[in-house]
Each structure stands twice: as C-alpha cells, then as structure tokens.
C-alpha cells in the first residue's frame, strides 16, 4: 500500500524478535483490508531481524537505531515518518485475525466521536483466555489491562468505552498526538501508555473498546519473565514519572490514600519476589528526575481546552473500579481470595 494510499500506518518495534516478528507480518499478509502499510522500527537488533526484512517482507517500510532506544523513542521515530491519518501501534509478539484490520476500519466509520481505540487482546497459547480489553487506570498511578487473564465471556464480546489503550495493541488518531503529545521518551518502556491515556482524557478525548478486532499476544516476549529486575525498577521509576506528572497537587492529595497502598502493596510483593532491591532503585531514581517531571506536568495543567479536574477524577474513579472488579472476577475464577480487594473497593470507591 502507498503511503498516499493508506489508512492506517502499523508501527512494530522490534528488538532481537526474528521469529515472532515474522509470523506477525506473516498474519497482517492475511488481513481482508488492505489499505495500510506497515513501518517496523529496529531497536539495533543482533539477530537476524534486518535480514528477514530485507528479503521476505520488501514492502516493509524498515527504520532502523543502532542501538536499543527504548520502546517510547521507537514508537515515536515511527510516528514522525508516519503519514496515514490512523496508526495502530503493534508489539512484534502479535498473531493478528485476519478481519482485525477490516474491523478497526468499520470501527473508525461507526464512532466518529472517539480518537483512539483499544484492540481485544487474547493469550496466545490459551486462546479462551483474555490478555487485555481495554485499560483501566488506578489511582495509584498504573494501568490494568482489563479481563487479564479471565475466560472469554459475552461482556468482553461487546463494544464498550474504555478509559484507554494499551500501546501494545492500539489505533490512534494523528489528532491524538497533535494535541495530547506523543509517547513520553523519559519513560523508555512500561507505563508510557498509561501516561498518553492521561494526558489523551485530560484533553477530552475519548476511547472505545472494539471487540472485534482480536490479536494474539505472547506476552513479556522481549523482555523476559514479566517480573524481574528491569521490570521492576523501571515499572516503579515510571510509576513515580505518572503521578509528578499528571496529578495536580489537588488530585494527589484527593488520592494519596490510595497511592500509599497501592505502593505499599507494590513493595510486599518486590519484597516476596526477591525483588526489594530494583523496586527501592525505581524508587531513587523516580524521586531524582522530580523536578523534571514537574515541569511537564505545570505544562500539561496550563493548556487550554482541558476538561475539568472533578471530571477526570470522575473518570479516575470509574476506571478503577472497572479493574478492580474484573481483578475480583479472576481470582474467583481461580479459587482465591477477595477480602483485601472487598475492603479497599468499599473504603476507597
């Protein structure tokens, strides 16, 4: 597709993922749609990732570091030398249905109102089993991929409002990032989608949940094991990064009980995870990079045309409860217990 032509612009960051890259190509060669093209931004990959470009997927428009950039700096080098008006941002560890595509396109027809909309994620090896629909956001400063590990069920099987994406697997308007800014290059992975979704709501824009647009996903392919001590300490660093700099003094002081517990619950589990150390890291150097932090947000809290602050807490709220209930369904689901989850939903929402 020509880039005159093409409605959606893919953006696949890659970093040493041959194999899950090509089978990923391989599945968006399948697509019913075919007005879009495809933009793969290498992150200095040793692997056989440039070679595997270069002669099985020629279409492929190749941008390439010479070095490993970070997942924010990747994305948004694909963003500036993008020129569709939509840009579905893709991890290299995704099977994408063939009618995904086809889908987001009639998505896009049907909600002229909304600026961005989230994919429905399923697990890769399990395909009964949810990986994502839709984010949620807590209070304590995260995101929560929504039915995470849940049974596929008629709720997931409807098109919904959701608070925001997972950049994992979400279309965006160019007028999202026009106006709410691109992914922030500080963060360099974990937590810049939830960043942008606050910034994106702050400014009024909308999400919307598509359901039939259903992809694959591995999960931690490029990282590793979900938890360790990269994960850890930039997860808690960016952690720190989203409240300097989305939460007036006023919403942090509304939240700070949450806050408190969730970060004391974050550190139990470090601690049980033989992980103190990377966490008490994220920690310092989230705390270092504060006043940096800060100017951004006196920036974001100066535009014009932001909603109201009682709003977005509106919206703050309703979105934990959201992940708070679908975490309560998936322990129920797998026989635990929901006391603390009971407790804090009835305290604090």
Known sequence: MSVNQALIDIIIPNWNGEQMLADCLHSLEKQTFSGFRVIVVDNGSTDGSIALLETEFTDVMILRFSKNSGFTTAVNRGISESSAPWLLLLNNDMEIASDCLENLHRAIKNYPDYQFFALKMMNFHNRQLIDGAGDAVLRGGVGYRLGTMENDSDYYGQDRDTFGACAGAGLYSRKLFEEAGVFDPDFFAYLEDVDLNLRARRRGMQCRYIASAVVYHIGSATS???????????????????LLKNYSLWMFLRFLPSIVVYQLMWALFSLLKGMIIPYIRGIVQ????????????????SREKNIREKELVRLIRSAELEAVNSIMARRSAAGKNNLLLICYRKIFL
């Open 224 to 242: 590793g094991s979900k938890i360790n001590e990269f994960t850890v300490r930039l997860s808690t660093r960016n952690n720190i990064h989203v």
């Open 286 to 301: 989230g705390l270092k990079t504060a006043p940096h932090f800060l100017k951004k947000r006196k920036a974001i809290l």
